[in-house]
């Protein structure tokens, strides 16, 4: 079926695909980048569908560079940016819920777009022909409906990760997903067991940065987070009995994902910031539920579950910092001698982070004292950014003395030089005062005449 809707292509990826038409060949653009023009969303790429060979569309073209020949897929340069150009593909029959056994070349546009995963995702476009679409795709974009192409249990089969990503654009479009789809997806979860932790990990952070990250309640619904986040059904299945909350730990962590931005470290600090409570669950004589330790125990987990999803180092750092810190301040009055000292510990950088972490977690409990919850963290962000300004020393690369100061007065290199550093940048924690090469150099010179 072919509707009359315009998209309108970018220059170059538009020259692109004059010069394969151009010999004779088809061409169009394809996927993602059809469903968000239609949806008036930017597109990241604009991927192209053709039914020249990627040898053909080497000759065609003067720099390529080939990112995937074995799948058909060579990426053209034009003008300083790269398009990815595959030709028409049949995939073989899946053998193990993740890859075709071989790819086969086709020359008709319906055999590729009926490969692809939603119906949303295999419409192809082209000035020339207008809009191919096949599978009722644009009429499911207009409706919000996640729908798979053809019978969704031999897609899901096909491929397990098209389960999860039926969840995740669901989630990115505010969609729904068609029940045959989702009755499927709940069906073959287990599926999802043979998939690699690599392309699991790109679906969920997708998810966790989306519009909706609390639909990861769908995958828990439907038997999916079972399977590659288990720890989450568990938090799913702890209830809270406390003032405090509203939620079990699991619905709580979902409520709070909403209240900071789209934003990758955050997001997934808020997933796992009580990811530890079902571990650390004690109920006391009035039925109230404790978790002591959870911050530690979460920030452990955390990092066992990033490293499972094969998480970058840095990403895993940021993140388990964040759980591992989520509580500071909450049950202390604001000081300046513990933010400063909070501030060496913690470091400057993880600091505003922080502060939406908590802001988060509070709006994600029960109304209880939620004012001033909140008003206790704009007056630990108050010091935090008093401290800034006033560029207070926090450690030892702002101390008024370096080590060689100290050798200059007496002191040997070593183990105890790096002591007394750390003592006078404690005198400097508690009171900023004390920064000064005179002050701390006495200081030195008292200590190292204890020491004779
Ligand atoms: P985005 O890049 O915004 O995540 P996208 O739709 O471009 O979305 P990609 O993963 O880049 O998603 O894939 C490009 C296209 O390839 C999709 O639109 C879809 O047509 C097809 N596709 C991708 N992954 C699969 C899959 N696992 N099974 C079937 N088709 C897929
Ligand atoms: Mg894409």
Known sequence: MKRDVRIAIPEKGQAVIDIITGAGYEAYMVGGCVRDSLLGREPEDWDITTSAKPEEIKALFGRTIDTGLQHGTVTVMMGGEGFEVTTYRIDGEYKDSRHPSEVTFSSELGEDLRRRDLTINAMAYNQEEGLVDKFGGLEDLEAGIIRCVGNPAERFQEDALRILRAVRFAAQLSFTIEERTLEAAGELAH??????????????????????????????????????????????????????????????????????????????????????????????????????????????????ILRRLKLDNDTIQKVCKLVLYHDFGSAVEPDMRIMRRALHKIGEDAFPDLFAVKRADILAQSDYQRQEKLERVDRWQQLYEEILEKQQCVSLKTLAVKGSDLIDIGWKPGKKLGEVLQKLLELVLEDPAWNTRARLLEEAGRLLSLER
Do not use: W
């Not at 998939?195 to 309640?217: D, F, G, N, W």
């Not at 990758?264 to 600090?269: D, E, P, S, T």
């Open 191 to 304: 599926t999802l067991s043979r998939i690699s932790a690599e392309r699991i990990q790109t679906e969920l952070v997708k998810l966790m940065v989306s519009r909706h990250p609390e639909y990861l309640r769908i995958a828990y619904t439907n038997g999916i987070t079972k399977v590659f986040f288990p720890e989450f059904d568990r938090a799913m299945e702890t209830k809270q009995r406390h003032i405090h909350h509203c939620y079990s730990v699991g619905e709580h962590i979902l409520h709070s994902l909403c209240h900071v931005k789209e934003d990758k470290v955050l997001r997934l600090a808020m997933l796992l910031h009580d990811i530890g409570k079902p571990k650390v669950l004690t109920v006391d004589e009035e039925g109230i539920t404790h978790f002591y330790n959870h911050a530690a125990v979460s920030a452990e987990m955390a990092e066992q």
